[in-house]
């Protein structure tokens, strides 16, 4: 299973709110323990959960296409 935000600050002794600012690149966060956080980040291979950032956003950045008929040469070149 991938590892959580909230793992990574226990894994460097830091808050939540410090992770997300180092992975986020905002807010001030000190040179050492930016390095380190991104360290163990990449490690463990995170990647951010993008349903749950979509749940806590309320908006999926997706699209969906409705059509007739997807035989239909004149609907597919359209996409």
Request: charged share 20%.
């Amino acid at each position: 299973m991938a590892i959580t935000v909230n793992q990574i600050a226990e894994k460097c002794g830091v808050s939540r709110t410090t992770v997300l600012r180092a992975l986020n690149g905002k807010g001030s966060v000190g040179k050492e323990t930016k390095e380190k956080i991104l360290s163990v980040a990449k490690q463990y291979n995170y990647r951010p959960n993008l349903l749950a950032r979509s749940l806590n956003h309320g908006r999926t950045m997706s699209l969906g296409v409705v059509t007739i008929n997807v035989e239909n040469m004149y609907f597919v070149q359209s996409l």
